[in-house]
């Protein structure tokens, strides 16, 4: 194997990590931002359920987008849990630390094997043509 298809595939690898951790670090935005949101508006549905049926249309009318904003929540972090019940907060937020950090780091091996794949092409170009230009 030469040097130009050692240095394309270890890109393209380190390309598809980038890519699988931009995935979940995108996942694991959503999980938090929705438990912000049922978090942050919990009290206000609790409050929500405790009045009576009648006047709880009043009530829903005022509070309506917290409301909404935590039954969405509810229903997303339900679906995530799969049964389960207490919500792994702790975990989610150093995997992301994790996958952050992880991120950068093969940012750097990116733009640092784009760097070499781009040298070595040049200079195999500037072979190239001398071995042309001699054939003459």
Wanted: charged fraction near 35%.
């Amino acid at each position: 194997m030469n040097k130009v298809t050692q240095k394309n595939e270890e890109f393209y690898e380190v390309s598809n990590k980038i890519k699988a951790a931009e995935r979940r670090l995108h996942t694991l935005t959503q999980h938090l931002a929705q438990y912000e949101n049922y978090k942050q508006h919990k009290a206000v549905y609790e409050k929500y359920k405790q009045f009576d049926p009648k006047k709880r249309d009043t009530f829903y009318e005022n509070q309506s987008e917290k409301i909404q904003l935590y039954e969405n929540a509810k229903m997303y972090l339900d679906a995530v849990m799969n049964g389960k019940k207490t919500l792994p907060i702790k975990t989610w937020q150093a995997e992301q630390a994790k996958l952050t950090a992880d991120k950068f780091s093969l940012c750097e091996d990116f733009y640092r094997l784009k760097d070499e794949i781009r040298n070595v092409e040049v200079l195999r170009r500037g072979a190239e043509n001398l071995m042309r230009e001699e054939g003459r």
